[in-house]
Nanobody
Framework: QVQLVESGGGLVQAGGSLRLSCAAS????????MGWYRQTPGKQRELVATIPSGGSTNYADSVKGRFTISTDNAKNTVDLQMNSLKPEDTAVYYC???????????????WGQGTQVTVSS
């Protein structure tokens, strides 16, 4: 199995910053992509930022210029630095990793448990 552990959520005032971290562990042969998504009550989960292995980053238009995604391939971690936070950034943030457990496996998506980010006005 592949386990994802997230940390770094919390309450912050508008204009502030938070850094989310996600560590993947377990039986991992390779990672194809890592990313962050978010969800608010009654809405679909939406992409925040992704970074494919060896590829360029992708950001939602609403966070471009404010959020930065980064990975440490040696540690299988993905971070999301969130600056200039707005109340509309309030959501549960989920880490997602697309990985293969063995060379013969298909790529599977794994999700973290979610971490709450609340931005007060």
């Amino acid at each position: 199995q592949v386990q994802l552990v997230e940390s770094g959520g919390g309450l912050v005032q508008a204009g502030g910053s938070l850094r989310l971290s996600c560590a993947a562990s377990g039986s991992i042969f390779s990672i194809n992509a890592m990313g962050w998504y978010r969800q608010t009550p009654g809405k679909q989960r939406e992409l925040v930022a992704t970074i494919p292995s060896g590829g360029s980053t992708n950001y939602a238009d609403s966070v471009k210029g404010r959020f930065t995604i980064s990975t440490d391939n040696a540690k299988n971690t993905v971070d999301l630095q969130m600056n200039s936070l707005k109340p509309e950034d309030t959501a549960v943030y989920y880490c997602k990793v697309d990985a293969r457990r063995n060379w013969y496996d298909y790529t599977t998506s794994y999700w973290g448990q979610g971490t709450q980010v609340t931005v007060s006005s």
